[in-house]
């Protein structure tokens, strides 16, 4: 049975991870000469993507010993899990050619995750999402972070060891608090002078060590716009390979609707009622613009106009 939760873009893999046959290296080797089983290709980040029968895109899959052939090794390769019974494997490939005019050249194309997140199956941008997560944290992390010496990949691809001293080294990811403020019958939004001009968002920041999500939610709001939170309610989450962090999505209700930007994080804040926060969702606010589905942000507005 599925879980009963709200999936924002990004999350909702569908594959079984089957962690508990990554550390199986006859196993995967057999998987990936298997001629069933399947890989999937990114490119400095860019996934390879074809059309779908509807006219929008989807995974261009390609044989999975083609994938092991394009990695050369398991420094480039990754065991995504398992699609009922058959193996996925995924290849990150970089370098200034593309592989599109190269080996891959009539398969499909190379196209930015972030861009085209809204034109694939939901449960593709997830596999798409974790490949790229982890590819990111490999290449951040290919040196012993103990003692310096460069690490390997042991495990599918899902941990790196240093044949040194013999530290393990795992994926990390960094949670971030992302919150709608509100009093009352209006929420605030802000901007970052760097954004696109008009653009308005909810406030986020990262989780500090010793910190509950609910500390780390109060204390983001009070820096960034001097507001002091009352009650914090969770909404959803949501990953985001960007490069590896997870947005922890809240609704904050606040003690007034005073509050300033700090002018570091934020150049800007505005407050706005029930039905301007619904016409901004539906760009009808001249000028003003709402993050786009993709993003938790816009979900979390739009559930307060809907919900309170």
Aim: net charge negative; with cysteine; hydrophobic share 40%.
């Amino acid at each position: 049975m599925a879980l009963d939760v709200f999936l924002n873009t990004f999350a909702g893999n569908p594959l079984d991870r089957a962690s508990d046959r990554r550390g199986d290296a006859d196993w995967l080797a057999q998987q990936l000469a298997s001629p069933d089983a399947l890989g999937l290709a990114l490119w400095n980040g860019r996934p390879f993507v074809e059309k779908s029968a509807d006219g929008d895109l989807q995974i261009a899959y390609l044989p999975a010993r083609l994938v092991g052939e394009l990695a050369g090794g398991q420094e480039k390769l990754l065991f995504m899990g398992l699609w009922k019974e058959t193996a996925i494997f995924a290849v990150d490939l970089g370098g200034a050619t593309d592989p599109s005019e190269g080996p891959l050249q009539g398969l499909g194309r190379f196209e930015d995750l972030r861009a085209i997140a809204l034109r694939v199956p939901a449960p593709e941008a997830a596999i798409l999402a974790t490949a790229k997560a982890m590819f990111e944290w490999r290449r951040r992390h290919d040196h012993c972070a103990a003692c310096g010496e460069p690490s390997v990949v042991k495990d599918g691809g899902w941990k790196r060891q240093c044949p040194s001293c013999e530290t393990e080294h795992f994926p990390r990811t960094d949670p971030v608090v992302i919150m709608l403020p509100y009093h009352g019958d209006r929420c605030m939004l802000g901007r970052q002078e760097a954004w696109p001009k008009g653009m308005f968002s909810a406030l986020a920041g990262f989780l500090e060590p010793g910190e509950s999500i609910e500390e780390a939610c109060a204390r983001e709001l009070d820096e960034e716009a001097g507001l002091r939170a009352t009650k914090v309610r969770y909404h959803s989450s949501q990953p985001w390979p960007y490069p590896s962090s997870l947005m922890i999505g809240l609704i904050a209700e606040v003690e007034d609707d005073e509050g300033a930007p700090d002018q570091t994080e934020l150049s800007e804040v505005r407050w706005f009622t029930r039905d301007e926060a619904r016409d901004l969702l539906d760009g009808k606010l001249d000028g003003v613009a709402a993050p786009n589905r993709l993003a938790i942000a816009h979900q979390l507005i739009k559930a307060w106009v809907e919900q309170g």
